[in-house]
Nanobody, 127 residues
Framework: QVQLVESGGGLVQAGDSLRLSCAAS????????MGWFRQAPGKEREFVTA????????YYADSVKGRFTISRDNAKNTVYLQMNSLKPEDTAIYYC????????????????????WGQGTQVTVSS
């Protein structure tokens, strides 16, 4: 099993940047494909981005493409989400997730394929 802990959330203004981190423990992170999801109040949890085991493959939701960047440092057992040009509609709890399988375009955005989840970190963007 792997345990995931997110950090880096906070309150920022529109146009600002934040970098979220997801620290893994229990098993080496290189075993897993990783994803970030978010959930705004009253809405379902939605896909944001995902990255393959080596970092060579990434996928993004259209709503964040060009603004957010996912990366990973397997030596540090950490995944990052760099968020630039933040908008009020990016306000949500952001969750890190891991799946013990290959990352593909059809799997990346499906919540049910992810086996492990962190507790989430709140991101609030004011206008």
């Amino acid at each position: 099993q792997v345990q995931l802990v997110e950090s880096g959330g906070g309150l920022v203004q529109a146009g600002d940047s934040l970098r979220l981190s997801c620290a893994a423990s229990g098993r080496t992170l290189s075993t897993y494909s990783m994803g970030w999801f978010r959930q705004a109040p009253g809405k379902e949890r939605e896909f944001v981005t995902a990255i393959g085991r080596t970092g060579g493959i990434t996928y993004y939701a259209d709503s964040v493409k060009g603004r957010f960047t996912i990366s990973r440092d397997n030596a540090k057992n950490t995944v990052y989400l760099q968020m630039n040009s933040l908008k009020p509609e990016d306000t949500a709890i952001y969750y890190c997730s891991a799946e013990d399988g290959p990352m593909t375009a059809t799997r990346a955005s499906r919540r049910e394929v992810y086996d492990y989840w962190g507790q989430g970190t709140q991101v609030t963007v004011s206008s």
